[in-house]
């Protein structure tokens, strides 16, 4: 059966976009099969296996403790994504690595797309551990609206074994139907916070599978070859940066409502916790990131060096941590199966939202701690340009927007403190102690540069396309930095100063006679 839903939309309603669609589809779907099991996929995305829908399924009905699964969660896998992955947009290291890593406790958190519902974890019901074996409404009905009929339905919904028969559309299921899509039919109800998908945040995703996991619910990763379901993404700089910002944005808003990991009760595992904890609150810590990549301006204006002292002890830890998180990033890459360019584009673009996206997020949150009002979040463009025959001309178009210039300001700051300890090391001789301490701290500035060069290639356009032109640039920006320092600061000669002072006197007296 194929059924198309049309749902009602009123003007002074909010429909709540793709979660208030899910409701809509949840509620008509218990009339017409009432299927134990629900799939959801965006509409850019498609099915890609034909197992797809057999897999999870063998997870729901794992009679170990498959009645406490909640739901099954797939990767996420792309088309049309360039073939270096300019803007980490396969982002295996979040999606073979951190969401098969959370196997080992609830697990995964939901994403949105390609994943399996068990429906009446979906209702708000709480786990068979926790519940009786019976599903009892009594008292609860208004949670669910006025409908009888679907009430009626819902504890059929938590029979695995029965058989589902297709339904004739009358008259009368008809009128029960068109109830249910009506934009009145959650007033006074629960759905959109304790029931179906939660409203009023833009990562309806992650807080739905979140009340999932603190009800006591499980979730399972689950990856397959052929990938089960495929879509798209953007490839644009600015639209890709966009839907990070709207991702980032989200958390900070599940972070600052009832959907806060710490307000959970104990039937989150306290792992979980955390994992959410730092899944809601990662922008904060960006703020300071983007100020340390800012620092170097000091550099041009001061012969002295803002470095913790001794140099050599604090290089010698700096070295030792830096070298022991990128061992066990190895082990992780090695262990998820994930390439190593995979983990250096997912390293780069952490840079590049550290430098812009996420500290705009926690200013919009800041701003609507203040001011009360919602954060609006314009929806993702992923259409490439209509009038190109180049399958990736959206990744060579450039869209300006404020948002990149915190990232733009991070790129030059450090392209002139590179240039100004070339001028500095120049200026003091070469060989020298001063110039030594220069050197190794230019090695920082160089390391941002090399995070931030997708975004480098990104701003250039279609002279992107030739990734040496970006390279004569820089070369040419940083040496003309460093003559500016060099003329501006170098010692004179003594016999320079002796002639410039004889050509002072000559001045002042004058020609003879």
């Not at 958190?109 to 994943?115: F, K, N, P, V």
């Not at 409908?147 to 059929?156: C, H, K, L, Y």
């Not at 061992?327 to 390293?347: P, Q, S, Y």
Request: charged letters at 15%; glycine letters at 8%; hydrophobic letters at 45%.
């Amino acid at each position: 059966m194929l059924v198309y839903i049309a749902r009602e939309k009123r003007p002074g309603y909010n429909h709540q976009k793709k979660a208030g669609a899910m409701n809509v589809m949840l509620r008509v779907s218990a009339l017409l099969s009432n299927a134990p099991f629900v799939v959801n996929f965006d509409c850019d995305h498609y099915i890609n296996n034909s197992q797809a829908l057999r897999a999870p399924m063998c997870f729901m009905l794992d009679p170990r403790d498959g009645q406490n699964t909640a739901f099954v969660q797939f990767p996420q896998r792309f088309d049309d994504v360039d073939p270096t992955d300019r803007y980490a947009n396969h982002n295996r290291v979040f999606f073979d690595g951190t969401m098969l890593s959370l196997n080992g406790l609830q697990g995964p958190s939901y994403l949105g797309t390609g994943t399996m519902f068990r429906r009446v974890a979906l209702y708000g019901m709480e786990p068979p551990r926790y519940r009786a074996e019976n599903i009892k409404l009594v008292g609860k009905a208004d949670e669910f609206g006025s409908s009888t009929s679907f009430v009626n339905s819902m504890p059929d919904a938590a029979i695995q074994e029965r058989s589902i028969t297709p339904v004739l559309v009358d008259e009368g299921l008809g009128n029960d139907l068109a109830a249910l899509m009506t934009c009145a039919y959650e007033d006074g109800s629960s759905w959109g916070r304790d029931v179906g998908w939660v409203y009023n945040i833009a990562t309806e995703d992650v807080v739905t599978g979140f009340r999932m996991h603190r009800q006591g619910w499980r979730s399972v990763y689950c990856s397959m070859e052929p990938a089960a379901f495929r879509g798209t993404a953007p490839i644009n700089l600015t639209e890709r940066l966009y839907q990070v910002l709207r991702w980032s944005g989200g958390s900070l808003e599940m972070f600052f409502s009832h959907s806060n990991a710490l307000l959970a009760g104990h039937r989150l595992h306290p792992l979980q916790r955390v994992a959410y904890l730092n899944m809601s609150t990662y922008p904060i810590v960006t703020v300071f990131i983007l100020a340390y990549n800012l620092f170097p301006v000091l550099w041009l204006f001061s012969d002295q060096f803002y470095i913790q002292r001794p140099f050599g002890t604090y290089i010698m830890y700096l070295v030792a941590v830096i070298a022991m998180m990128h061992v066990i990033g190895m082990f992780e890459v090695k262990w998820a199966g994930i390439t190593l360019l995979d983990w250096c584009r997912n390293e780069q673009f952490y840079m590049i939202g550290a430098t812009g996206v996420y500290p705009t997020a926690v200013l919009y949150m800041a701003l609507k701690l203040v001011t009360g009002k919602g954060i609006y979040f314009r929806l993702t463009s992923k259409q490439t340009e209509a009038c190109s025959n180049d399958k990736f001309a959206d990744l060579y178009t450039v869209r300006w927007v404020p948002l990149l210039i915190p990232t733009v300001a991070v790129l030059v700051v450090n392209v002139a403190a590179v240039g100004a300890a070339i001028g500095k090391a120049a200026t003091w001789g070469f060989f020298t102690e001063q110039a030594h301490h220069v050197v190794l701290g230019m090695v920082f500035n160089v390391w941002i540069l090399v995070l931030l060069y997708p975004f480098a290639l990104g701003i250039m356009g279609q002279w992107g396309k030739r990734p040496v032109i970006l390279f004569v640039m820089l070369v040419m920006a940083i040496g003309a930095v460093g003559i500016v320092y060099f003329t501006l600061h170098a010692p004179y000669p003594a016999e320079w100063s002796e002639v410039a002072a004889s050509l002072g006197k000559a001045s002042l007296t004058g020609p003879s006679g």
